[in-house]
């Protein structure tokens, strides 16, 4: 079992910045890809940012550029730095983790979601 706790949503004017949180907690033998996942209203959930373990990552079309995505090892950690946002960017964010339990086998999880406004 693993929880995904998501903070750092808000409000925000166009053109400005948000940093998001992910912190996973439970009983794991590791985490493996980790990311960021967004879905506004009347829309599908998409792809925002993934890291694996090795730290390489992967970005929408949509916001390359803008967002980084890193993550903390140590405290099982993964961040989300949204810059030059726009109106557009304006979604639930979902954190996903992959995770190997005691069995060795890997699972998906999902955090609650926090939401991510940007005013024109």
């Known amino acids: 079992q693993v929880q995904l706790v998501e903070s750092g949503g808000g409000l925000v004017q166009a053109g400005g910045s948000l940093r998001l949180s992910c912190a996973a907690s439970?009983?794991?033998?590791?985490?493996?890809?980790m990311g960021w996942y967004r879905q506004a209203p009347g829309k599908q959930r998409e792809l925002v940012a993934h890291?694996?373990?090795?730290?390489?990552?992967n970005y929408a079309d949509s916001v390359k550029g803008r967002f980084t995505i890193s993550r903390d090892n140590a405290k099982n950690t993964v961040y989300l730095q949204m810059n030059s946002l726009k109106p557009e960017d304006t979604a639930v964010y979902y954190c996903?983790?992959?995770?190997?339990?005691?069995?060795?086998?890997?699972?998906?999880?999902w955090g609650q979601g926090t939401q991510v406004t940007v005013s024109s």
């Open positions: 996903n983790a992959k995770a190997i339990l005691g069995t060795m086998r890997q699972y998906d999880y």
């Open positions: 439970g009983l794991f033998f590791s985490i493996n890809a």
């Open positions: 890291i694996p373990s090795s730290g390489s990552t």
